[in-house]
C-alpha cells in the first residue's frame, strides 16, 4: 500500500472535557505515522483540532456561567497547548469555529442539496399519549389504534432536514466489499457491514432545539435550523484542506488514514462516506479505530473520576516511555487497562535492558577495546547470519505500521535487539580479544552499531529524541537520506567514535505517581426538618442551578439482585443515551416504562448504585398511595428543557 501523499487525522476533540489517555493515545499513533511517513520522504498532512458545536457545549458553558465560545476558546486551547507540550508533529489544528470551517460545512450541505440528497420533513411518529410510547406504523391496529390499551394514537412532528443516507446502502457495502482494508482492524469492517445490511434510515441532519450550531447557507431561508454536530464535525476532515473556500491543500485528499476510537466507527465508516460520495470526493483509504483505555476494567470518563492524566504520566515517566508503552502494550482495536506496573514493566525491561543497555555494553567494550572507536566494514564478513535474521525482521516493519498494527511493528523491531544482544553472549568479545581476534571484535561492535542505527530509524517516530540521542551517539543523523541509505539500501555506518554517556533508560523501582482516591465527603449531620415548615426561599437563580429535561427511556432492565432499582437508558437528545439507575422498580416494571417519556436531573454529579454508575435522576412523587413518575402532558423532542 504505497502512497506518496500521506494525510492523516485524529478526530476532532469535544471541548466540554480536558484531554485524557484515550484523546492522548490516537493523538500519539496519529503523530507516530505521521513521523513516519516523513521520515521515508513523503508529503505529509497531519490534522488535529476540537469540535466545538452542539447542545452539549452549550450546555457545558451555560453551567460554569461562561459564553460559550470564550468556553471553547478556553478548552480549545488546553488540547492545543499539550499537543505542542507533547511535540505533536501536526500541520494543522483545526477548529469547527473557524469560518472557514463554517463555510465548507455550509458550502457542502448546499452541494448535497443540489445533487437531491437532502430533503426537509418531520420528524414522525405515531405517539400512544396514554401509554406515553411511540409504535411504529407496522404495529398500529387499523393503521391508527394502540396496539396495547386500543385508544387512538397521535402523530408527532418536528421540523429536520434529512440526508438521504438510505439511498446509500448498496454503494456502502460495495464500498466495504472492494476495499477490505477500508475498515481496520478488519474485524470491525465486519461489525459494521452486518449493520448496514440492516438498513439504514434517512439521517436528520439539522436542529432546532438549540442555537450553537452552523446555520443553513442563506439560500435556504431558515434560521430557526443549525447543522446536524456530526455533519459540520465530520467534514472538517475536507474544510481543513480548503473544502468550500480556498482549496490549496485539497490534493491532500483522499485521507490515508482517520485515527479514531471503536465507538464512533459508525460516523466515520457509514455517515462519513455517504457524505463524500454525495459531494462527489473520493473516499478515505483506511479508517482506523482503536479499542478503550480503561482503569481497572471501566472506560475512563471524567464523570466516573477515573481518568487517567497523560501530561501527569508524561511528565514522571518521560514523553517518549509513555509513547512507547502505549503503542506497545495493546494491540490496535483492543481495549487496554492502564496500569503503572505495567509501565514500569515496559520501561524497565524493552527499553532498559534491550535497548538501553545495548548502548552501554557497546559504549563499554569499544572503550576497553578500541578508544571507543567502531567500525562497521567487516561485519558481512563477520556475521552474515545475524545480519540476515535483522533484515528479515525488518522487511515486515512497514506494512505492520500502515496497517496500523503498531504493537507487533515493535515486538517485531525488538528482534534485532535480541539477535545483537545474543550475540555478544555468544561470540563473547572478552574472549575473542584475549585470543587476539581484533578484527572480529571490532566487527561484533560494528553488528551492535549497525543493529542500534537501525533500530533509531525505525523507532523513531515513536521515540524521536530518544533515537536522536542514540543516532548522534552513533555518529550519524536522522534524516530520511541516511533512512534510505541504511534501511533501504543496506549502507554501513562510518567509522565513528563512541563516548561514555549517562544510561538512557534509568531503572524505576516504585511507582511514581501516586493514586488518587475518590474523594468521599464526609457531610455535617443536619437535622431533619418538618416538611413544609422552614422552606428556604431561593432565587430564580437557584432553580435553574437543576438541569431539568425530557427524555425517552430506550432500554429499560430489572437490577436482579435488587427489590427497588430499574437500569435505565434515557435519550435526552445527547449523542449517547444517559445510564440512570432508578429506585422505582416496586412500581414500575422494565416493561412498564420501556419507550415512554420522563423527566431528567441532567447535571447531578454521576453516583454509583450497586456498582452501577447513575448519571442522572427521574423526578418522581411518592404518597402513601406509593410513587408515579412526573411525565410530560405531551410528547416532547428528547433533550427539551423543563423550566
Ligand atoms: N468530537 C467527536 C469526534 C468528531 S471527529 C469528526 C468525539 N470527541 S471526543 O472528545 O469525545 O472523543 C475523541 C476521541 O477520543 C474518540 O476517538 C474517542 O474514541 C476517544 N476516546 C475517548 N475516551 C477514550 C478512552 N477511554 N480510551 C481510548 N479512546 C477514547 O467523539
Not at 552501554?360 to 552474515?384: A, C, P, Q, T
Not at 449531620?525 to 442551578?545: Q, S
Not at 414500575?588 to 453516583?607: F, G, H, M, R, W
Request: with cysteine; charged share 30%.
Amino acid at each position: 500500500m504505497s502512497c506518496h501523499k500521506s494525510y492523516i487525522t485524529t478526530p476532532i476533540y469535544y471541548v466540554n472535557d480536558v484531554a485524557h489517555i484515550g484523546h492522548a493515545y490516537t493523538t500519539i499513533i496519529a503523530d507516530t505515522l505521521a513521523r513516519y511517513a516523513r521520515l521515508i520522504g513523503q508529503e505529509t498532512f497531519f490534522l488535529t483540532g476540537t469540535d466545538e458545536h452542539g447542545q452539549k457545549i452549550e450546555e457545558s458553558a451555560k453551567k460554569r456561567g461562561k459564553d460559550t465560545k470564550a468556553y471553547a476558546d478556553e478548552i480549545s486551547a488546553t488540547f492545543r497547548n499539550l499537543w505542542d507540550e507533547f511535540d505533536i508533529s501536526y500541520d494543522k489544528f483545526i477548529r469547527t469555529t473557524d469560518t472557514d470551517h463554517i463555510k465548507g460545512v455550509q458550502k457542502a450541505f448546499s452541494v448535497m442539496h443540489e445533487r437531491g440528497d437532502i430533503y426537509k420533513d418531520k420528524y414522525k411518529g405515531h405517539y400512544c399519549i396514554s401509554c406515553e410510547t411511540f409504535f411504529p406504523e407496522t404495529q398500529l391496529v387499523d393503521g391508527e389504534f394502540c396496539p396495547d390499551c386500543g385508544k387512538s394514537t397521535s402523530i408527532v412532528e418536528e421540523e429536520s432536514y434529512f440526508f438521504k443516507l438510505s439511498s446509500y446502502e448498496d454503494k456502502l457495502l460495495a464500498w466495504y466489499r472492494d476495499n477490505p482494508e477500508c475498515i481496520l482492524p478488519k474485524s470491525k469492517r465486519n461489525e459494521v457491514i452486518r449493520f448496514v445490511e440492516g438498513g439504514l434510515n434517512d439521517l436528520s441532519i439539522t436542529r432546532t432545539s438549540f442555537d450553537w450550531g452552523v446555520k443553513l447557507p442563506k439560500e435556504f431561508n431558515d434560521p430557526k435550523h443549525v447543522m446536524y454536530v456530526w455533519l459540520d464535525a465530520l467534514m472538517n476532515y475536507v474544510t481543513a484542506l480548503g473544502y468550500g473556500t480556498d482549496e490549496v491543500n485539497m490534493e491532500f485528499w483522499p485521507a490515508r488514514v482517520h485515527l479514531i476510537g471503536k465507538d464512533i466507527l459508525r460516523f466515520h465508516a457509514i455517515y462519513w462516506p455517504a457524505f463524500l460520495m454525495s459531494l462527489g470526493l473520493p473516499l478515505p483509504k483506511h479508517i482506523g479505530a482503536h479499542g478503550w483505555w480503561t482503569r481497572n476494567g471501566e472506560k475512563m470518563s471524567k464523570s466516573k473520576g477515573n481518568v487517567v492524566n497523560p501530561k501527569e504520566v508524561a511528565d514522571a515517566y518521560g514523553l517518549e516511555n509513555f509513547r512507547y508503552f502505549m503503542l506497545r502494550e495493546v494491540p490496535f482495536g483492543g481495549d487496554g487497562d492502564f496500569s503503572q506496573k505495567a509501565l514500569i514493566d515496559r520501561i524497565n525491561s524493552d527499553l532498559g535492558n534491550d535497548l538501553g543497555n545495548l548502548l552501554n555494553r557497546l559504549i563499554g567494550m569499544s572503550g576497553k577495546y578500541f578508544k571507543g572507536k567502531v567500525e562497521s566494514d567487516l561485519v558481512e564478513i563477520y556475521y552474515k547470519e545475524e545480519l540476515k535474521e535483522v533484515e528479515e525482521s525488518l522487511s515486515k516493519l512497514e506494512p505492520y505500521l500502515f496497517e496500523l498494527q503498531l504493537h507487533r511493528y515493535l515486538e517485531e523491531l525488538w528482534r534485532p535487539l535480541t539477535v545483537a544482544n545474543r550475540a555478544i553472549d555468544k561470540y563473547q568479545p572478552w574472549t575473542m580479544i584475549k585470543e587476539g581476534k581484533k578484527d572480529e571484535t571490532m566487527a561484533l561492535n560494528g553488528l551492535i552499531a549497525t543493529i542500534l542505527a537501525k533500530v533509531s530509524l525505525m523507532l523513531h517516530a515513536v521515540m524521536p529524541k530518544t533515537t536522536t540521542t542514540i543516532a548522534n551517539a552513533l555518529g550519524f543523523e536522522i534524516n530520511p537520506e541516511n533512512f534510505n541509505k541504511i534501511i533501504r539500501e543496506g549502507e554501513v555506518l562510518p567509522p565513528f567514535t563512541i563516548e561514555k554517556r549517562e544510561p538512557l533508560f534509568p531503572r524505576i523501582e516504585e511507582e511514581l505517581l501516586v493514586e488518587k482516591k475518590p474523594e468521599v465527603k464526609v457531610e455535617p449531620k443536619k437535622e431533619k426538618k418538618k416538611e413544609v415548615e422552614n422552606i428556604a426561599l431561593i432565587g430564580i437563580d437557584d432553580f435553574f442551578k437543576t438541569l431539568l429535561k425530557i427524555g425517552t427511556v430506550v432500554d429499560a432492565k430489572e437490577v436482579k439482585k435488587s427489590k427497588k432499582l430499574l437500569l435505565l437508558q434515557v435519550d435526552i437528545g445527547e449523542e449517547k443515551p444517559r445510564q440512570v439507575v432508578a429506585g422505582i422498580k416496586e412500581w414500575y416494571s422494565a416493561e412498564d416504562i420501556l419507550n415512554t417519556q420522563v423527566c431528567v436531573v441532567a447535571n447531578l454529579k454521576p453516583a454509583k448504585l450497586m456498582g452501577m454508575v447513575s448519571e442522572g435522576m427521574l423526578l418522581a412523587s411518592k404518597d402513601k398511595n406509593g410513587l408515579c413518575l412526573i411525565r410530560p402532558e405531551r410528547p416532547k423532542v428528547n433533550g427539551t428543557p423543563i423550566s
